[in-house]
């Protein structure tokens, strides 16, 4: 018969048997998208959508004054996108055919801007340079905007973790010109962002960042960042066979 220590040991043992798998860390992905609004006077009409046929014009790496954990595949980035977007109803154009948008890709890690700071400080690209985080947060501090909002615990901490560096990806729409001439129009931008720069590839994440980000492409979210969980790896535990030890007794005193 056993004894309660040894079933206690064999019903753990049961309960990880009937698990079978476990899944790894999940990871947080961030995202935020936003269309351009078309304006009637002084008055927002709202977004609109735009087509769904593309060429892609081009895939950089932001500057940034920390490196990646590895250089990305940038070659995969690109075919990844491709495959995202024609797998969620894009199609990319052919010869001769006046795309609907031109999509540029822009990747790496930095501070993205803060979508819980009510737009007020700057945004990454090219030719742009991001406020520090104390430098936001000092113009948050001030902006009556930001007042009735901040007194939520809840927005407080979404507020600072938007702070912290980023690795992104931004994918952005323009219109595609008349001419040579005319100025580029952007239609809509959907940001994906993780945290922790230090701790994750890119080149593993990419895929994942992309299929969280794809649904929200031409879509105005009203709030300021969606959260998608999505488990890093699937993992498994493999038991062995179960051996139950005796149990020792203790010994009797003199």
Not at 149 to 167: C, D, F, M, V
């Amino acid at each position: 018969m056993l004894s309660s220590t040894q079933q206690f040991f064999r019903g753990l043992a049961c309960l990880a048997l009937a698990a079978g798998s476990v899944r790894a860390a999940e990871v947080e992905i961030g995202v935020r998208s936003s269309v351009d609004q078309r304006w009637q006077g002084v008055h927002k009409r709202g977004p609109i959508e735009h087509g769904k046929v593309y060429l892609i014009a081009s895939l950089k790496q932001a500057p940034s004054a920390e490196k990646l954990v590895q250089p990305v595949d940038e070659a995969g980035l690109l075919a990844q996108l491709r495959q995202t977007l024609n797998t969620h109803g894009f199609r990319e154009s052919v010869a001769d055919e006046t795309p609907d948008v031109v999509l540029t890709l822009l990747y790496g890690r930095g501070h993205v801007r803060n979508p819980y700071l009510a737009n007020i400080d700057g945004d990454i690209s090219s030719d742009s340079i991001v406020p520090t985080p104390a430098e936001s947060l000092l113009a948050a501090a001030v902006d009556p905007r930001l007042y009735n909002k901040r007194q939520w615990g809840l927005y407080e901490h979404k507020l600072l973790a938007a702070q912290k560096e980023k690795l992104f990806i931004r994918v952005t729409a323009w219109k595609f010109p008349g001419d040579r001439k005319e100025k580029p129009a952007e239609l809509w931008k959907t940001t994906m962002v993780v945290d922790e720069p230090d701790r994750h590839d890119l080149n593993e994440l990419y895929p994942k960042m992309l299929a969280a980000g794809v649904p929200f492409f031409d879509r105005h979210l009203k709030q300021e960042e969606e959260t998608i969980a999505t488990p890093l790896k699937e993992g498994s535990v493999k038991l062995g066979p179960l051996k139950i030890l005796e149990e020792s007794l203790p010994a009797k005193a003199p």
